[in-house]
């Protein structure tokens, strides 16, 4: 699903996209039960707090009629605990109140709400390890008519299936002013992160001891990035993060770490304005971020063949399999279209981890091929 209001599907892994719903909403959350039960979450251009469904895997999406009167005005994040309890958090906006939540505990046929103004002023995303116990993450202001640049992040925190909240971050004087918690991610029982997003830096949270307390680590790279979105790690050493990348919302940088967070390197190459991760797996195999563009994450080499759309042609000077962990240069080779006189030769620079990540979307033209 996209900001443009379209709904996509793939079943080959993303090798292939078949559009199969639109709406006139910017589309901002989604979340599955199952193959066939599933839900999307919008920011309401036509009315708010709008929220689809799906019984068939898709193929019909219908308006959920019967919301609570009390529910986010812009519904930025899902989380399908089971086949039976579903989350949904909101707003990301300070002039869109209340800061709320909605829930189902009988699959999505009726869903229950309740106001969080007592604890945030905005809420993104939220993340659920039961029934019972999760998180959600956005950020506060005390000032009557807050903006943006008023708030401080908070990571909210509950055991009873979302009656009480404690704050897990309650000592808010190590943060900027400007700064609130955008995406979360668990690891395992123990591990968590969060990504903050701060228009002229860039930081996450961490946590080791299951979420009871958090760290604030600054994004260090050389390009400076800033205005995060999405992270995801693999493990508790190696993980990413992107999102605008400047505060003009025009950089769309992603930066890595192979330490845990301490220390961060550029990484563009992975993809740009990147919103979303998603790990599968334990250890992790597959992954896919999504932004501007979709990325694949595998362990093992991505064999072009599966995004092949026309014949497959030959790019790589070489297609010895290399294990990295720094610098790389690229040779290759791109043969002009049928009919052409000449081809085009270069060398492109990459620096990744020990992994592959392959872009999917695809060009038309039969010679082109998805980068890194």
């Not at 986010?72 to 958090?89: D, F, Q, R, T």
């Amino acid at each position: 699903m996209n900001s443009n209001g379209d709904i996509l599907a793939t079943k080959d892994g993303g090798g292939s996209w078949q559009k199969q719903f639109h709406s006139d909403d910017y589309l901002r959350c989604v979340g599955f039960a199952n193959l066939s039960r599933g839900w999307v979450g919008t920011l309401g251009r036509r009315r708010p707090g709008r929220l689809y469904q799906t019984r068939d895997g898709g193929k019909i999406w219908d308006e959920v009629k019967n919301l609570p009167a009390v529910r986010p005005p812009l519904i930025c994040g899902l989380c399908v605990v089971n086949e039976s309890v579903i989350y949904a958090s909101g707003t990301n906006e300070p002039t869109s109140t209340p800061p709320a939540m909605i829930k189902s505990t009988d699959g999505g046929e009726t869903w229950t709400g309740w106001d969080m103004t007592e604890h945030a002023t905005i809420l993104i995303d939220n993340f659920f390890s039961s029934p019972t116990e999760g998180w959600v993450v956005g950020g506060k202001s005390d000032k009557p008519n807050p903006t943006r640049d008023d708030l401080k992040p908070v990571v909210l925190h509950t055991q009873d299936g979302g009656k009480t909240w404690t704050n897990r971050i309650p000592d808010v004087q190590g943060f900027p002013f400007g700064e609130w918690g955008w995406k979360i991610q668990f690891l395992n029982e123990k591990v968590g992160f969060v990504s903050l997003e701060n228009l002229k830096e860039a930081a996450i949270l961490k946590t080791t001891d299951g979420g009871q307390t958090w760290v604030r680590l600054p994004v260090n790279d050389p390009q400076h990035n800033a205005n995060l979105e999405g992270i995801g790690f693999v493990d508790e050493e190696h993980g990413w993060v992107g999102g605008w990348g400047t505060a003009d919302f025009t950089g769309g940088f992603s930066s890595a770490t192979s330490d845990g967070g301490r220390n961060w390197r550029d990484a563009n190459e992975i993809g740009r304005f990147l919103n979303r991760f998603r790990f599968f797996g334990n250890p992790v195999t597959l992954g896919y971020s999504s932004g501007r563009t979709v990325y694949k994450y595998s362990s093992a080499p991505i064999p072009l063949a599966a995004f092949a759309i026309a014949q497959p042609t030959e790019i790589l000077d070489t297609n010895e399999l290399v294990e990295v962990s720094g610098p790389i240069e690229i040779a290759y080779t791109v043969p002009g279209a049928p009919g052409a006189s000449r081809s085009i030769s270069g060398i492109v620079s990459a620096c990744m981890p020990a992994c592959c990540w392959k872009r999917r979307t695809l060009a038309l033209a039969g010679t082109r091929r998805p980068g890194i």
